[in-house]
T-cell receptor, first 115, second 116 residues
Framework: GQQVMQIPQYQHVQEGEDFTTYCNSS?????IQWYKQRPGGHPVFLIQ?????EVKKQKRLTFQFGEAKKNSSLHITATQTTDVGTYFC???????????????FGQGTRLTINP | GAGVSQSPSNKVTEKGKDVELRCDPI?????LYWYRQSLGQGLEFLIY????????KSGLPSDRFSAERTGGSVSTLTIQRTQQEDSAVYLC??????????????FGPGTRLTVT
């Protein structure tokens, strides 16, 4: 079945270092979403990418969607302790029903930071 | 405005008992989703509703799991004859219907279920 794989599973960095997580889908995606889950919290929507090769930035966060729309990445520049958490990518499972989309989530990358 | 709410926030139950988990989506959100997250794991899709109907129940782990949604709003996830492997955080999410095919999901705080 359709799978979304994410690497690495864990990443520990020193505060100020950069961080990148990668997401790969077994199928072409119509869109990809990224969520952040703080320790003890629930997933919070960060961004959605739709177009092939799309790049979006949110302050220190840069999101990319691959040309083939099968992979994506999230890069954080100069990490801060507030970036701690687990980052999930998610893609819609086909077929998409008008009005809703069932998401397949990657396993997430857990980011810890040494201050 | 108010976000997605879930109740109870924590539930401890004995093996074999039935439990009901409730989700109140954001007002006006037509789609509602249930996920399960085991400790340190990713999100496992269970079921979703478009309005009151559930087009896809394929994620429900067994026939002990059922869900319903009434009035296009509140949803209840019921687990009958709970087993220890049902212990997890059950997350509910909702999304709104707009004239575009892609919908971000807004998650509730979850219900932590512990089966002893």
């Amino acid at each position: 079945g359709q799978q979304v794989m994410q690497i690495p599973q864990y990443q520990h960095v020193q505060e100020g270092e950069d961080f990148t997580t990668y997401c790969n889908s077994s199928t072409t995606l119509s869109n990809i979403q990224w969520y952040k889950q703080r320790p003890g919290g629930h997933p919070v929507f960060l961004i959605q990418l739709v177009k092939s090769g799309e790049v979006k930035k949110q302050k220190r966060l840069t999101f990319q969607f691959g040309e083939a729309k099968k992979n994506s990445s999230l890069h954080i520049t100069a990490t801060q302790t507030t970036d701690v958490g687990t980052y999930f990518c998610a893609g819609p499972l086909q077929p998409i029903i008008q009005g809703a989309q069932k998401l397949v989530f990657g396993q997430g990358t857990r980011l810890t930071i040494n201050p | 405005g108010a976000g997605v709410s879930q109740s109870p926030s924590n539930k401890v139950t004995e093996k074999g008992k039935d439990v009901e988990l409730r989700c109140d989506p954001i007002s006006g959100h037509t789609a509602l989703y249930w996920y399960r997250q085991s400790l340190g794991q990713g999100l496992e899709f269970l079921i979703y509703f478009q309005g009151n109907s559930a087009p896809d129940k394929s994620g429900l782990p067994s026939d002990r799991f059922s869900a319903e949604r009434t009035g296009g709003s509140v949803s209840t996830l019921t687990i009958q004859r709970t087993q220890q492997e049902d212990s997890a955080v059950y997350l509910c999410a909702s999304s709104r219907h707009v004239d575009r095919p892609y919908y971000e999901q807004y998650f509730g705080p979850g219900t932590r279920l512990t089966v002893t």
